[in-house]
C-alpha cells in the first residue's frame, strides 16, 4: 500500500525551530521528485519546498527562503523539511508529496509542481506566543 506519512510538526514560539518528516511505504521515494506544501485555514495551498531525483538545486519559496531547507535521506526513503526562524505567517498544515512522472514544469531550481501522485494527511505547525 502506497502512503506517505509526515511527522514533525507541532506548537513553537516565534523564531524556533521544527524538523518536518516525509516517510514513504509501498515506493521508493528515490524515484519521485518529492515536494512540501502547506495550507493554512481558509487561504490556497503553498508550495514550500520542492527536491528533484537528481537532488539538485531545490526549490524554495521566497516566504521561506534562507529559513526552510529541503533534504533527502535515500536510505531511509524519507525528505526532511528543515524549519527554523519561523514565524506565526508560518502557521499552517504542512504535507508532502510525490510529483507525478508526467508533471508539465518538473521541479527544479525555480518552479515547484502542483501535478502529484501521492500525498500524505500532513502534519499542523503551529506557530505563536
Known amino acids: 500500500q502506497v502512503q506517505l506519512v509526515e511527522s514533525g510538526g507541532g506548537l513553537v514560539q516565534p523564531g524556533g525551530s521544527l524538523r518536518l518528516s516525509c516517510v514513504a511505504s509501498g515506493f521508493s521515494l528515490n524515484d519521485y521528485n518529492i515536494a512540501w506544501f502547506r495550507q493554512a485555514p481558509g487561504k490556497d495551498v503553498e508550495g514550500v519546498s520542492c527536491?528533484?531525483?537528481?537532488?539538485?538545486?531545490?526549490y524554495i519559496a521566497d516566504s521561506v527562503k534562507g529559513r526552510f531547507t529541503i533534504a533527502r535521506d535515500n536510505a531511509r526513503n524519507t525528505v526532511y523539511l528543515q524549519m527554523t526562524s519561523l514565524r506565526p505567517e508560518d502557521t499552517a498544515n504542512y504535507y508532502c508529496a510525490a510529483e507525478s512522472p508526467e508533471a508539465t514544469m518538473p521541479c527544479n531550481r525555480y518552479t515547484i509542481s502542483y501535478e502529484v501522485v501521492y500525498r500524505g494527511q500532513g502534519t499542523q505547525v503551529t506557530v505563536s506566543s
Open positions: 527536491v528533484s531525483t537528481t537532488d539538485d538545486i531545490p
